[in-house]
């Protein structure tokens, strides 16, 4: 099984920066990729930006520029840095861990972490 384990959330500023990290333990099978999800109150959980096994990161539009994913293979880390923020980011955040077997995809999540913008 796997572990994931979510730290950085936190209070800021619109306009300021946080940056959020995922540190998985356990056995990783076959790494498909990372991701980081939101859900804001009251609103689907929308995936935000995610990192397949050979770097390639992908983002939804509204974070575009602003949001960078990246990992730590050494570490087994990813991050998720944010710029530029909104009050519209505000939200809870979960990183996501796919692993791959036999066609088989099985999805871990962290625990989440709360990321508050202020106006």
């Not at 983002?59 to 944010?82: E, P, W």
């Not at 923020?85 to 995809?105: H, I, K, S, W």
């Not at 099985?106 to 709360?114: I, N, P, S």
Request: hydrophobic share 35%; net charge positive.
């Amino acid at each position: 099984q796997v572990q994931l384990v979510e730290s950085g959330g936190g209070l800021v500023q619109a306009g300021g920066s946080l940056r959020l990290s995922c540190a998985a333990s356990g056995t990783i099978f076959v790494l498909n990729h990372m991701a980081w999800h939101r859900q804001a109150p009251g609103k689907q959980r929308e995936l935000v930006a995610s990192i397949s096994s050979g770097g390639i990161s992908n983002y939804v539009d509204s974070v575009k520029g602003r949001f960078t994913i990246s990992r730590d293979n050494a570490k087994n880390t990813m991050f998720l840095q944010m710029s530029s923020l909104t009050p519209e980011d505000t939200a809870v955040y979960y990183c996501q861990l796919g692993d791959f077997r036999g066609g088989n995809m099985l999805l871990y999540w962290g625990q989440g972490a709360q990321v508050t913008v202020s106006s």
